[in-house]
């Protein structure tokens, strides 16, 4: 049988035009893809689309028994939606003890914010979006209640020191030195390339690296506590649209194991 239903998730399906609020494909790009003359997504011979879109973690079907030998997979292996890179961070950091507020920061070569909110929000200015959460039970009721993961990316992240020639060595003894209670006088905007996503989307956002003081470990002081300004006014921008504040931020990524630099964030 060659026939096939192609199907995702709601997170992966997002950027694709997906309307996580009313699970469905909107009107409008029906609309386009019957103009370009590609077959609807429901068509028998499928389409540009995934035919359904499911939450994560819903059982699509099991693996072809051809394709979990060519894997070297247990034949009747189960396939579940899935989801994106800084969600799975979430769930991954937040683990089971996850409520409204709880944030998780993504300190890699990006830096990637996401909070459980109950509030959907959205904002394309500032590249702030609204990920359906696949579900979520009140503790008092233990009734299932909409819930959304919001946040955003931002192109400021670990990936500047490397550009600036920040070794793993020097950044753990600079940082042994570096009071995080002091405050830096020094302000940056650390991307290493023309352009922002959020909390400000912005393609001709240019870095700011300098001025460069004497003091490498100065340098980096400033350039930790900017970062840490950016992250600040993240969280500011999605409470402005109706999000909670965090009540709890958990970290991962290379970032997460600098401890001078976790308590410059708090």
Same mark, same amino acid.
């Given at each position: 049988d060659d026939s096939r239903i192609v199907q995702s998730d709601w997170h992966n399906c997002l950027k694709l035009g997906y309307d996580v609020r009313n699970k469905c494909w909107p009107d409008w790009m029906e609309s386009c893809l019957k103009d370009a003359g590609i077959p609807?997504?429901?068509?028998?011979?499928?389409?540009?689309?995934?035919?359904?879109?499911?939450?994560?973690?819903?059982?699509?079907?099991?693996?072809?028994?051809?394709?979990?030998?060519?894997?070297? %997979?247990?034949?009747?292996?189960?396939?579940?939606?899935?989801?994106?890179?800084?969600?799975?961070a979430f769930f991954a950091a937040a683990g089971v003890e996850q409520s409204f507020g709880t944030a998780v920061t993504s300190l890699g070569s990006t830096t990637a914010i996401k909070l459980l909110s109950r509030q959907y929000v959205e904002d394309a200015d500032r590249g702030i979006y609204s990920h359906r959460f696949p579900s979520f039970e009140e503790d008092s009721a233990n009734e299932?209640?909409?819930?959304? !993961?919001?946040?955003?990316?931002?192109?400021?992240?670990?990936?500047?020191?490397?550009?600036?020639?920040?070794?793993?060595?020097? !950044?753990?003894e600079l940082s042994s030195h570096i009071d995080p209670e002091e405050d830096s006088l020094l302000e940056y905007y650390?991307?290493?390339?023309?352009?922002?996503?959020?909390? !400000?989307?912005?393609?001709?956002?240019?870095?700011? %690296?300098?001025?460069?003081?004497?003091?490498?470990?100065?340098?980096?002081?400033?350039?930790? /506590?900017?970062?840490?300004?950016?992250?600040?006014?993240?969280?500011?921008? %999605?409470?402005? %649209?109706?999000?909670?504040?965090?009540?709890?931020?958990?970290?991962?990524?290379?970032?997460?194991?600098?401890?001078?630099?976790? /308590?410059?964030? /708090?």
């Open positions: 609807h997504p429901l068509d028998k011979d499928g389409g540009a689309i995934p035919m359904q879109v499911v939450s994560p973690g819903v059982p699509l079907g099991t693996i072809r028994k051809s394709m979990a030998e060519k894997l070297g %997979l247990k034949d009747g292996v189960v396939v579940v939606g899935g989801t994106t890179d800084s969600n799975a299932t209640s909409e819930a959304w !993961l919001v946040g955003g990316a931002s192109n400021v992240g670990c990936a500047v020191f490397r550009f600036l020639g920040f070794s793993n060595d020097e !950044l753990e650390p991307l290493v390339k023309t352009g922002e996503r959020f909390p !400000l989307a912005d393609s001709e956002k240019k870095p700011v %690296l300098e001025p460069v003081p004497d003091s490498r470990q100065e340098y980096l002081h400033g350039l930790l /506590q900017s970062m840490s300004n950016i992250e600040k006014e993240g969280f500011r921008s %999605l409470k402005e %649209l109706g999000a909670p504040l965090p009540t709890i931020v958990w970290s991962c990524g290379g970032g997460s194991n600098n401890r001078v630099w976790s /308590q410059m964030r /708090q």
